[in-house]
């Protein structure tokens, strides 16, 4: 389990210094949320012996693979996209599996992009390969998801086919919402014509120079 702890620490770092970076250097931020978990040991054990799996380390590893869990929340779904690339492109991180519900969303209408990422983590004996699981959404496909988890948790997963119904058609509105919200955003932005530093870097003005030499020759006060 602390391996897994590590491994999400790792790739929650890795995002985290996107997200400064947006924050600073861009006039956009991409990133809304961040979040992340461990499976418990009781959850894994349940796990296993759902699965039918072997009660090793070797087959929990081999078998169990959303131990460690982040999930991230974007503003749009070009945002999920976008964020994946980044974060899929740093040679240390391996791509292991990705499911996109977003473009083939589940029957019920859940939308999210699943990738598989394998980390490695430096222990004082060497290094341990950690896969860790990151989910990909929108405000709005994070919003159905975390409606929909408590309704099948209240009925026990018996939950009545009106409000399958309903959940379903729920997840179409959120859906077009994504896409009207993303439509706007361009639109905006587009209209804006906001000019991106070319270089990512912070330039004082001669101003602020020379106020930053005015404070450096002050006399020091007690």
């Known amino acids: 389990m602390l391996q897994y702890r590590f491994g999400v620490d790792e790739v929650t770092t890795k995002i985290g210094i996107l997200r400064e ?12 949320h961040v979040s992340s978990r461990l499976k418990s040991p009781e959850s894994i054990i349940g796990k296993v012996a759902r699965k039918g799996c072997d009660p090793s380390f070797e087959a929990i590893r081999a078998s169990i693979t959303d131990i460690a869990g982040i999930r991230v929340t974007c503003s749009f779904a070009s945002d999920v996209y976008r964020l994946f690339d980044m974060l899929t492109g740093q040679s240390d991180l ?5 499911k996109d519900y977003i473009r083939s969303p589940k029957p019920n209408g859940y939308r999210s992009l699943h990738a598989l990422l394998e ?9 341990v390969p950690v896969i860790v699981e ?3 959404r ?29 959940l379903a058609e729920a ?27 070319p270089d990512n870097t912070l330039v004082p003005t001669d101003d602020v120079l020379e106020r930053l030499r005015a404070i450096r020759t002050q006399p020091r006060t007690r």
């Open 21 to 32: 970076e947006f924050r600073l250097l861009h006039d956009y931020n991409p990133i809304e």
């Open 94 to 98: 391996t791509v292991l599996e990705v």
């Open 119 to 127: 980390v490695p983590v430096f222990l004082s004996d060497g290094v």
């Open 134 to 136: 990151v989910q990909l």
């Open 138 to 166: 929108t405000i709005a496909m994070d919003f159905w998801a975390s409606l929909e988890h408590k309704i099948f948790y209240k009925y026990q997963r018996s939950v009545p086919s009106d409000v399958l119904d309903g």
């Open 171 to 197: 997840a179409e509105t959120a859906h077009r919402l994504d896409d009207l919200m993303e439509t706007l955003h361009h639109r905006v932005h587009n209209g804006d014509a906001v000019v991106d530093r």
